[in-house]
């Protein structure tokens, strides 16, 4: 009886521990960028001539809509391909093909990020080259980005389906309704929150990928007016110019760091959303 | 058997519609479609209209290594209800599994033996199992509407299987439901969720379902055991309804409904360990005459 009197405090503290980090690090963050927003307040952050940390302009938009562009791109591409491999494990291959393929895709999943993007770096920058240089660009960051949210984004699709109720389709099977009839008007429809739920969250994870990110972009500050130019994402950004920032324009990473947060924590809050609608 | 004449009156205009309807469609499905409903119209001209009946010989039912049911063999007579009764675990929903063959979809479960819907043996390699199962409709023991509306619950399968006059849909929607007493509970919200129906509405729509594929046998898995007493009653009422049209083999628990609904019953029970048809025959010999020792005690609540 004791024991578990001490167990519960034990985990009970050690939940409180990890849930305040994010707190702490939210309230670390803003702490830090207060001192600039108090002093010129939010607006210059979008409507500066550009970014010259040096000069004091601190134009966040291009590099925002970079991140958002590449995470976006990614993301487009990714879950398509994800639903689609992961009907197929599910629904089409044969038992011992699927959990192959699961396992591929497991593995997938654990591929250091700095690998994709070495890979990024030395095949896929060169060869989109060939079709527009400069190569390192906003499709090169897409597809390295979507290589590495796919895994998890098929996985999270398998696992959705997967948890449809066995007897809408057992019911559907017992009509002799046809798979891809069962699966457009039935499975899909039911594993749609969850399937989503899992778009949603990788994206988060594709809006604060940095490494491979800063190996294939090129890293040019502008607005990209199409998919062959190269962006600097508000991560790259903040990795690149770090180990030399001062004063103001340390303050300003600070303030990108901020904004990437919140961006995360909101997918997170339509990511449970979608969850919740799934359960009811 | 007023209820069957009306039945028959409604059907037959409705008929020639849908092969007219189904001459202006090609493909394969359609083209079966329009041969299953160019024959039923002959055949409702001769009346009585009539199922075929199943015929199973020797049917073993095996997961891995453990026998389900052995030897199962078994007369179901056309427009009648049998039902199937017997302790759980006696593999009488194994049985029942395979007739239309669901069991295909347990991984590890094999049946051997024959089963004839008819002519056709429809554990025979090469059986087409949509097909199949459309003939074969199944109602499950807790009611399994899908997750849309009323009527799509309908619609959509009719849809699958090759259906795409809007008009023919309508009807048939308004005809199962009516004849599963639920058109006047249900008309003035046919787009709602079929999920906000009480339980006992959920399965008459599963049985509407099912006989909007027009199939000739029905199998009822414990059909009520997941109703309230009001419910079971309709759905019991119902299913007794519907014998003139199709051949109707019920598994039960409940051996007073049973007795109540049936023509004839099969008692399962498991003999050294695996399940087996212990005795079958018109209700009232089972229930007032029965021959197996097992039989006389479990019919009389003594065992079982």
């Known amino acids: 009886m004791r024991t578990n009197i001490w167990l519960t405090r034990g985990l009970r503290t050690a939940a409180w521990l990890s849930a305040s980090i994010l707190l702490f690090i939210l309230l670390f963050l803003i702490q830090e960028s207060s001192p600039l927003i108090g002093e010129i307040g939010l607006g210059p952050f979008f409507q500066a001539d550009g970014w010259y940390p040096q000069e004091g302009a601190f134009q966040l938009t291009p590099m925002l809509l970079g991140s958002l562009f590449v995470a976006g791109g990614a993301v487009l591409l990714a879950t398509p391909l994800g639903i689609i491999a992961a009907l197929f494990g599910q629904f089409y291959a044969p038992p011992a093909l699927a959990r192959l393929y699961r396992g591929l895709m497991e593995l997938l999943a654990g591929v250091p990020s700095v690998v994709f993007g070495f890979w990024g770096l030395v095949v896929l920058v060169p060869w989109i080259n060939r079709l527009a240089p400069p190569g390192a660009s906003l499709l090169a960051g897409a597809l390295v980005l979507a290589l590495m949210i796919l895994p998890l984004v098929a996985l999270t699709a398998d696992a959705a389906l997967a948890a449809v109720p066995q007897q809408y389709l057992r019911g559907a099977a017992a009509m002799g309704l046809s798979r891809w009839g069962t699966i457009q008007r039935i499975t899909l429809p039911v594993a749609m929150p969850g399937i989503l739920s899992g778009v949603v969250l990788q994206t988060g994870r594709a809006l604060g990928e940095t490494m491979a990110v800063l190996m294939v972009c090129g890293n040019v500050v502008q607005i990209p007016s199409s998919w062959f130019e190269p962006v600097r994402t508000l991560t790259a950004n903040i990795a690149l110019e770090m180990s030399y920032a001062v004063d103001q324009h340390r303050t300003a990473l600070f303030i990108s760091g901020l904004l990437l947060l919140l961006l995360t924590i909101t997918l997170v809050a339509v990511a449970s959303h979608f969850r919740r609608m799934q359960h009811e | ?304």
């Open chain 2, 1 to 304: 058997m007023k209820a069957f004449m009306n039945v028959l009156k409604r059907k037959q205009p409705m008929n020639s519609e849908l092969t007219t309807a189904f001459q202006i469609e090609t493909g394969s499905s359609t083209e079966a479609f329009a041969k299953k409903e160019q024959s039923l119209e002959d055949k409702s001209r001769q009346k009585p209209l009539s199922a075929p009946g199943l015929t199973l010989k020797k049917v073993n039912v095996r997961y891995g290594d453990t026998n389900a049911i052995e030897g199962a063999c078994l007369d179901i007579p056309s427009g009648s209800i049998t039902a199937l009764v017997g302790p759980s675990g006696c593999g009488k929903s194994s049985l029942l599994a395979s007739i239309s063959r669901m069991t295909d979809l347990t991984p590890q479960c094999q049946v051997s033996g024959e089963i004839f819907l008819g002519k056709d043996n429809i554990l025979a390699k090469g059986t087409d199992l949509n097909r199949l199962r459309r003939r074969v409709g199944m109602v499950f023991q807790s009611p399994n509407p899908f997750p849309m509306s009323i009527e799509e619950n309908i619609r959509f399968p009719l849809r699958d299987h090759g259906m795409r006059d809007e008009s023919v849909i309508r009807k048939t929607i308004k005809n199962v439901l009516g004849d599963v007493g639920l058109w006047d509970e249900v008309k003035d919200r046919l787009g709602q969720s079929a999920l906000a129906l009480s339980g006992g509405q959920q399965q008459r729509l599963c049985i509407a379902r099912c006989l909007a594929l027009d199939p000739e046998v029905l199998l009822f898995d414990e059909p009520c055991s997941a109703l309230d007493p009001l419910s079971s009653a309709k759905v019991e009422t119902l299913i007794k309804g519907l014998k003139s049209r199709y051949t109707v083999l019920l598994v039960t628990h409940n051996l007073a409904q049973a007795r109540r609904i049936a023509d004839h019953v099969a008692v399962c029970w498991v003999q050294a360990g695996c399940g087996c048809i212990i005795e079958s025959g018109d209700t009232r010999s089972i229930f007032e005459r029965p021959v197996h020792p097992i039989t006389q005690a479990f019919c009389q609540g003594l065992q079982g």
